[in-house]
């Protein structure tokens, strides 16, 4: 059973940043497309950023040039780096693979195409 397993998150104060983790179980999650995706109560899960087999990122356009996915090839973990954090990036944050072996992202910011899904890390921001 393929696994992806997220870390990193916790209480943050406003203005600070966080690297999130995410280990997969599997050097093959490193040829699919990964996204992080974020979640608060009582709304839907929203796509954050998103990388494809060949290293192409795309993000939430409100979070651009603050957020930066990456993956490590060599430790099987995909990051997503948040800085500025403000209360609006309070939520839980969850990593997720679209298990296609041509390493493209469909709908790369949406989760309608993402079959495999960590149990989530929460990140809580201060002011």
């Known amino acids: 059973q393929v696994q992806l397993v997220e870390s990193g998150g916790g209480s943050v104060q406003a203005g600070g940043s966080l690297r999130l983790s995410c280990a997969a179980s599997?050097?093959?999650?490193?040829?699919?497309?990964m996204g992080w995706f974020r979640q608060t109560p009582g709304k839907e899960r929203e796509g954050v950023a998103a990388?494809?087999?060949?290293?192409?990122?795309m993000y939430k356009d409100s979070m651009k040039g603050r957020i930066t996915i990456s993956k490590d090839r060599t430790e099987n973990t995909l990051f997503l780096q948040i800085d500025s954090l403000g209360a609006e990036d309070t939520g839980m944050y969850y990593c997720?693979?679209?298990?296609?072996?041509?390493?493209?992202?469909?709908?790369?910011?949406?989760?309608?195409?993402?079959?495999?899904w960590g149990q989530g890390t929460q990140v809580t921001v201060s002011s």
């Open positions: 997720a693979a679209q298990t296609r072996a041509d390493g493209v992202c469909l709908d790369g910011l949406t989760t309608r195409y993402y079959t495999s």
């Open positions: 599997t050097y093959a999650y490193m040829d699919y497309c």
């Open positions: 990388v494809t087999r060949i290293g192409t990122t």
